[in-house]
C-alpha cells in the first residue's frame, strides 16, 4: 500500500466580507469539508474554475492560514504542531508567475540560497555550490547565478523559481498554475522539467490548474474542486475517460480541440460564477447543472464511490 505523504481532514476555510457600513457582514466558505490525499511519488491534479478555492486550499496545505475546521497532516503529522521552519523543510511552492514572485532586485544567487540563509545551512561558498548544483538540475549555467531576473527570458526565470523551492530538497511541492503566465512554447520544457525532477528527487506534487490538458499529461490523480468542494476525484486516466459528475464532464467538453470545423465549444456554465456567499442550498452545482433533478435544490448529495475508483457527489450516482 502506497504512503499517504499529505492529507486534509474535512477541510474548512471562511471569511467575513463587509458588506457595507450598514449591512450585516457575510460569510464566504472558499474551502468545504475538503478531504484528500495525496500519495508519495505521486501528482495530484487539482482542476475547476478560478475562484473555486484551488488556491485558499493550496495555502491551507502550506500552513499559510488556518484553517476555521479540519486540519491539515505532512507524514501523518498535523501542520499546526510544525513551526514555518519544519513546514518549508517539508513542503514548498512554485507560483504561477516567476515576474512577481522573484525579488527583481537580487540576483540568482541571493533569491536561490535565500531559504539555506533562512535555515543557516553551510557557509558562503557551500551555500553557492548548492545553488549552482540546483540550477544545473534546472537546465540552467552556473554564470546565470550573477544574473537578475530581468536579464532572464519568462522560462528562464520559471527555473530560477523552480530552484529556489527545491534547493531544500522538500518532499512534497505544490505547483499553482506553474505554466500560465509563460509562452506556449515553453510550457512543454518546463512540465517535462517537473516531470523529470519529479523522478530523479523522489519528489511528491499537488497540480493545481484550471488546464486540464496540462493536469492529464502530468496527474497520476485527479480532484474536480466547485465552489470550494470536491465534487470527484479519481484516477486520471479512468476520470478523463468516464468522467461521472456533470460539472466534470462540462469542464472536459470546454477544451479547446484543433480539430478542424469543430470551432469553440459550449461550455453550458454560462457567464457568471455563483457568488460564494450566497451557496445554494441541496446541491451546490444544481443551478447550473443541465441534468438537475428536484432532490438536487433540496438534498445535498452524499459522497459515493465511482465507477473505476475514487469519488464522486452526484445524486445521478447515488
Known sequence: MSEVLLEAREL??????SRGLLARPATLCAVSGVNLTVERGGVLGLVGESGCGKSTLARL?????????GQVL???RPVSEMDRLERARKIQIIFQDPNSSLNPRKTVLSIVTLPLRVHRIGDRRERENRAAEMLELVGLPRRVLTRLPADLSGGQRQRVAIARALVM???IVICDEPTSALDVSVQSQILNLLQDLRHE???TYLMISHNLAVVRHMATRVAVMYLGRIVEEGDASSLFAEPQHPYTRILLD????PEPGKGLPETALG??????TELPAGCR???RCPKAMAICSSEAPRLTSRQGGGRVECHLQD
Open 201 to 203: 528527487l523522489g519528489l
Open 254 to 257: 470546454s477544451v479547446l480541440t
Open 74 to 76: 505532512i507524514g501523518g
Open 61 to 69: 496545505l502550506l500552513g499559510l492560514e488556518a484553517p476555521t475546521g
Open 169 to 171: 530538497r522538500p518532499e
Open 12 to 17: 474548512n476555510r471562511t471569511y467575513s466580507v
Open 271 to 276: 457567464a457568471s460564477f455563483p457568488d460564494p
Open 285 to 287: 452545482f444544481h443551478p
